[in-house]
């Protein structure tokens, strides 16, 4: 059942593709308009919503960080994200106008579960997004938007974050659609992007063996620590919560604009340190910022491994080591981000002598609180 695989986790990355592609089929028609009609909250209701508030755990909190950037910049609702576990505990503000979304791919995760009958005992409306049919989390939420990825059995989420994203970019235009936000060349190229990301995953993972050698040559350590930026933040966290819970290291993600208010002070000799490095298009302050960041490691000695966009020149002469994605927009960059922090946990963890897909202390589903 694994395909041929070693690991279920390995057979879940290279289904990517595929996952990315069924959890978009049928939800944006021939002239770019969201066809959500299954979400069932009447379109009224949604432009009533005066905030939108997301929770999660573990991964699936991850694909909430990135889509509060997705949500504000395209629709202007303000959006909070909140690990479900802290969420009821600090008698959050909720009312009827407050749209909930909880992320979850079991469906079974007692802490997103908790929020979401917290919120809803509040007025607030809650749309699942989760990739289990008739689960817990869908059945008590007044909608739902399944992500398509499939059965993911390896306990680190893989296939079923990226499937996350794309129903949170579909959520997000979606709610812009019904309020009649307006839609500008950005959203359109963002909609046209979107329906071609599945190839551009496929031809990340037809360059994934450096990033395997690479791994392997940093089995012996015991940090490795990740940088990113706007949306490359959460995947930076996400690449790290993939290396603790594979490899069992040491994996830390800061925002990079927080490098000198203190992480900066762990830089040492040949610590690997992984940027992820947003495209030189668009929003280009913050790719320079970045790359001045990687300079600033650099010359404290760290072993640089940076993932930007293909063509990038810039960040080359400060990269030890380079992996090219395609290019994206910004907002969907972490689609393709991702999938070498994947691969590079899962070799990780291989070279190490790790059970990869059942890893020490973890269960698929945390149905306690
Ligand atoms: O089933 P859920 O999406 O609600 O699970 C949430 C987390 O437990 C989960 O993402 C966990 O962090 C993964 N093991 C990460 O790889």
């Known amino acids: 059942e694994k395909g041929g695989y070693d690991y279920f986790m390995l057979k879940e990355i290279a289904e990517q593709p595929k996952a990315v592609a069924d959890t978009l089929l049928g939800r944006i028609d021939a002239s770019g308009s969201l066809t959500l009609d299954e979400v069932r909250i009447p379109p009224n209701v949604l432009r009533e919503v005066d905030k939108v508030v997301i929770v999660a755990c573990g991964t699936a909190f991850h694909a909430g960080l990135i889509a509060k950037y997705a949500i504000e910049h395209w629709t202007r609702i303000p959006c909070e994200v909140e690990l479900a576990s802290e969420f009821r505990y600090r008698d959050p503000i909720l009312d009827p106008q407050t749209l909930v979304i909880a992320i979850s791919q079991s469906g079974e995760t007692m802490d997103t579960l908790m929020a979401l009958r917290h919120a809803r005992e509040q007025g607030s409306k809650v749309l699942a997004i989760c990739n289990t049919n008739g689960s817990t989390i869908p059945r008590e939420s007044d909608a739902v938007l399944y992500t398509h990825a499939g059965p993911e ?172 994605v395609p290019a994206t927009p910004t907002l969907l960059q972490p689609l393709v981000a991702t999938v070498p922090l994947q691969v590079f946990a899962c070799e990780l963890a291989t070279a190490r002598g790790n059970e990869v897909d059942q890893p020490r202390n973890l269960a698929k589903s945390v149905t306690v609180e």
């Not at 069992?248 to 690997?272: R, S, T, V």
């Not at 320079?288 to 993932?307: F, Y």
Request: glycine share 8%; with cysteine; hydrophobic share 45%.
């Open 153 to 324: 059995v390896a306990v680190a989420s893989t296939k079923a974050f990226l499937t996350q994203l794309v129903a949170c970019y579909l959520v997000a235009l979606y709610l812009g659609q019904v309020r009649g936000t307006k839609w500008g060349d950005e959203i359109r190229d963002v909609i046209r992007e979107l329906s071609k990301i599945a190839g551009e995953v496929e031809r990340v993972l037809e360059t994934m063996e450096p990033v395997r050698e690479l791994a392997r040559g940093l089995a012996h350590k015991d940090t490795v620590l990740f940088l990113g930026r706007h949306v490359g933040y959460p995947v930076a966290l996400e690449g790290a919560l993939k290396l603790k819970e594979l490899a069992y290291m040491h994996a830390e993600g800061f925002a990079a604009g927080e490098l000198k208010h203190g992480p900066i002070a762990l830089i040492e000799e040949d610590l690997p340190v992984v940027v992820v490095v947003p495209s030189p298009r668009g929003r280009s302050v913050l790719h320079d910022k970045i790359v001045s960041n990687i300079q600033e490691i650099r010359a404290r000695g760290a072993r640089t491994i940076v993932i930007a966009e293909e063509g990038d020149e810039a960040v080359v002469p400060y990269a030890d080591h380079l992996i090219s």
